[in-house]
């Protein structure tokens, strides 16, 4: 059954260390293309992702090799490096990608990932566990502001969309969400939405 009828995550490659560190490439159908995103595990359960695109070709796989604390990763005719102490994801021309760290303690937040937006305050974005909220809290949780995006763009996704926040990025100046085929850039300050539109097809 083609990949537009049906929601599954494609493994494109993976990688498993003996230090317990697990890193594995996935592709998903979303809107008019595919996400692909990357996973880092490590042995304490503590988790990071990194889109590489939101609306990307179909890939048939991707290769992962580990040197030293740096895991390079080629998929969709590109490389990546991964270093494994900054948690920071490079091209090979060097522009960043953010990484998202995914919430840990399931059982004790709303949280399903995170990602820190100012170091000097802890203050981080999170998406709840139904990938419909985006929140800003300070370090000690506490809300700063919060945002249904669902509410507010669900009606113009399309209709193969499962209406959910699929990835979330910061560069320190807006916090960047994908929901279905729509971009969504967030003033990290108030909440407040500072551009939208649809992401282009290939």
Same mark, same amino acid.
């Given at each position: &059954?083609?990949?537009?009828?049906?929601?599954?995550?494609?493994?494109? %490659?993976?990688?498993?260390t @003996?230090? %317990?560190? !697990?890193?594995r490439?996935?592709?998903?159908? #979303?809107?008019?293309? +595919?996400?692909t995103?990357?996973?880092?595990?490590?042995? !304490?359960?503590? !988790?990071?992702?990194?889109?590489? $695109?939101?609306?990307? +070709?179909?890939?048939?796989?991707?290769?992962?090799?580990k040197?030293?604390? /740096?895991?390079?990763?080629? =998929?969709?005719?590109?490389?990546?490096f991964?270093?494994?102490n900054?948690?920071? &994801? /490079?091209?090979?021309?060097?522009?960043?990608?953010g990484?998202? *760290?995914?919430?840990?303690?399931?059982?004790? /937040?709303t949280?399903?990932?995170?990602?820190?937006?100012?170091?000097?305050s802890?203050?981080?974005?999170? =998406?709840?566990?139904?990938?419909?909220?985006?929140?800003?809290?300070?370090?000690s949780?506490?809300?700063?502001?919060?945002?249904?995006? #669902?509410?507010?763009?669900?009606?113009?996704?399309? &209709?193969?969309? $499962?209406?959910? #926040? *699929? @990835?979330?990025? @910061?560069? %320190?100046?807006?916090? $960047?969400?994908? =929901?279905?085929?729509?971009? #969504?850039?967030? $003033?990290?300050?108030?909440?407040?939405?500072?551009?939208? %539109?649809?992401?282009?097809?290939?």
């Amino acid at each position: &059954m083609p990949d537009i009828f049906i929601d599954r995550v494609i493994v494109l %490659g993976q990688l498993k260390t @003996s230090d %317990g560190d !697990s890193f594995r490439v996935t592709q998903r159908f #979303i809107g008019d293309g +595919y996400l692909t995103l990357f996973d880092h595990t490590n042995q !304490s359960g503590q !988790s990071w992702h990194s889109g590489f $695109d939101g609306d990307a +070709y179909k890939a048939w796989s991707a290769t992962l090799e580990k040197t030293n604390d /740096t895991v390079i990763i080629r =998929v969709l005719h590109q490389s990546f490096f991964y270093n494994l102490n900054a948690h920071t &994801m /490079t091209e090979a021309k060097g522009r960043r990608h953010g990484v998202t *760290e995914k919430a840990v303690a399931l059982t004790n /937040t709303t949280d399903l990932f995170r990602v820190v937006i100012d170091a000097g305050s802890g203050k981080y974005a999170a =998406v709840n566990k139904d990938r419909r909220v985006l929140a800003v809290k300070d370090k000690s949780g506490n809300l700063v502001w919060t945002n249904d995006l #669902i509410a507010t763009f669900g009606s113009n996704l399309p &209709m193969f969309s $499962d209406e959910k #926040i *699929e @990835s979330l990025e @910061s560069d %320190g100046v807006e916090i $960047d969400v994908n =929901v279905g085929n729509r971009f #969504i850039c967030i $003033d990290p300050q108030n909440g407040k939405i500072t551009r939208t %539109g649809i992401r282009s097809s290939r």
